[in-house]
């Protein structure tokens, strides 16, 4: 149940795709700890993502102001 709930407020949020650029220096970005992780990141940060709804402890340690990394608990009671 609680998935099919979840699966129509995502289809009904604005969204848009990104890409990220095969050439990448991540070394620019700020690290995360999971470096697999780091493309995204740095993904949304180029792309200007204003908010990153992810459950990955490794993006929600992060102190970061953009995009704001939230859960999805905490982008329902701030948005």
């Known amino acids: 149940m609680k998935r099919a709930v979840l699966d129509q407020f995502f289809r009904e949020l604005p969204f848009e795709l990104v ?17 697999k992780d780091s493309p995204i990141l740095a993904t949304a940060i180029l792309e200007d993502v204003d908010v990153f709804v992810t459950g990955d402890k490794d993006f929600l340690v992060l102190d970061i102001e953009i995009p704001d990394i939230v859960t999805i608990a905490e982008f329902l009671e701030k948005y």
């Open 19 to 35: 890409y990220t650029p095969q050439a990448l220096d991540l070394s620019e970005f700020p690290s995360v700890r999971d470096a």
